[in-house]
T-cell receptor, first 115, second 114 residues
Framework: AQKVTQAQTEISVVEKEDVTLDCVYE???????LFWYKQPPSGELVFLIR??????QNEISGRYSWNFQKSTSSFNFTITASQVVDSAVYFC????????????FGTGTSLTVIP | NAGVTQTPKFQVLKTGQSMTLQCAQD?????MYWYRQDPGMGLRLIYY???????DKGEVPNGYNVSRLNKREFSLRLESAAPSQTSVYFC?????????????FGDGTRLSIL
């Protein structure tokens, strides 16, 4: 079973639109960590944010915000006023404190921002 | 500021050839990982090394071997390359032992098997 599901394979938006990337996870661990990574067209993977399972506060960093909801096992990522430079593949990942030794990555969402 | 360095960046092999992908990190991290990235499948873990001297299989280990040469270096070997191993390979490292630490990735090796 997929531990991290990113149901949106590809999304296209027009510049300045807001866009939300969905991430749903599955774990039996009570303590876990969620991550978002960005992979721009150049190919490298860039760490964006980490969230602990015991901290459900939403996070905002500039135009980026993250909504963590344990009740729905979701950790969604919103880009406000999107820009062309936001075009990339975005990955959500899960790390379990006790039950696993691995990062589990979703299949990624490819975001294209059209000028 | 090198972080995680992978060599080579590109490689073309013929079926049956062998090859070693090199990875080195300069962040004094304990844990290192090898992933492959294929279209529509995200990143899949091949092998990982939680600490120097240990290695464990990940999700897709068949056809690969690894060596944790020292704390800095973690190599991935294809003994007899197959077209199904055409992929982009990423090495990553993390402080390890602390599951909340993010992984830091190299720039990837694009490998084609003909």
């Amino acid at each position: 079973a997929q531990k991290v599901t990113q149901a949106q394979t590809e999304i296209s938006v027009v510049e300045k639109e807001d866009v939300t990337l969905d991430c749903v996870y599955e774990t039996r661990d009570t303590t876990y960590y969620l991550f978002w990574y960005k992979q721009p067209p150049s190919g490298e993977l860039v760490f964006l944010i980490r969230r602990n399972s015991f901290d459900e506060q939403n996070e905002i960093s500039g135009r980026y915000s993250w909504n963590f909801q344990k009740s729905t096992s979701s950790f969604n990522f919103t880009i406000t006023a999107s820009q062309v430079v936001d075009s990339a593949v975005y990955f959500c990942a899960l790390s379990e404190a006790v039950l696993g030794n691995q990062f589990y990555f979703g299949t990624g969402t490819s975001l294209t921002v059209i000028p | 500021n090198a972080g995680v360095t992978q060599t080579p960046k590109f490689q073309v092999l013929k079926t049956g050839q062998s090859m070693t992908l090199q990875c080195a990190q300069d962040m004094n991290h304990n844990s290192m990982y090898w992933y492959r990235q294929d279209p529509g499948m995200g990143l899949r873990l091949i092998y990982y090394s939680a600490s120097e001297g240990t290695t464990d299989k990940g999700e897709v280990p068949n056809g690969y071997n690894v060596s944790r040469l020292n704390k800095r270096e973690f190599s991935l070997r294809l003994e007899s390359a197959a077209p199904s191993q055409t992929s982009v390979y990423f090495c990553a490292s993390s402080e390890g032992g602390q599951k909340y630490q993010p992984q830091h990735f190299g720039d990837g090796t694009r490998l084609s098997i003909l």
